[in-house]
């Protein structure tokens, strides 16, 4: 077999660093509150060593009240149009 018969593929592929990955996510997932918070309690997550769930379950808690609290806001700010 001469190395002219053999042809070799190379794939180059771009690396995204995870929290750029993760950021672009939460962006198309409307998840503003996530997105800003996950580096700060993904950190203290890591420190004090909790189980995923309780991670997921802070990010969503913040999540959830910054929506209603945005509702609440918009329910009383006044009508314009």
């Known amino acids: 077999m001469s190395t002219a018969s053999i042809t070799t593929s190379i794939t180059t592929t771009t690396v995204i660093p995870t929290s750029t990955r993760?950021?672009?996510?939460?962006t198309n997932l409307r998840?503003?509150?996530i997105k800003r918070l996950a580096g700060d309690?993904?950190?203290?997550?890591?420190?004090?060593?909790?189980p995923a769930y309780r991670?997921?379950?802070?990010?969503?808690?913040?999540?959830?009240?910054?929506r209603e609290a945005r509702r609440i806001l918009s329910a009383l700010s006044p009508q314009t149009g």
Do not use: F, R, V
């Open 22 to 26: 993760l950021g672009m996510m939460l």
């Open 31 to 33: 998840l503003p509150t």
């Open 41 to 50: 309690l993904c950190a203290q997550s890591d420190t004090e060593g909790w």
């Open 55 to 66: 991670l997921l379950e802070a990010l969503l808690e913040h999540e959830i009240n910054e």
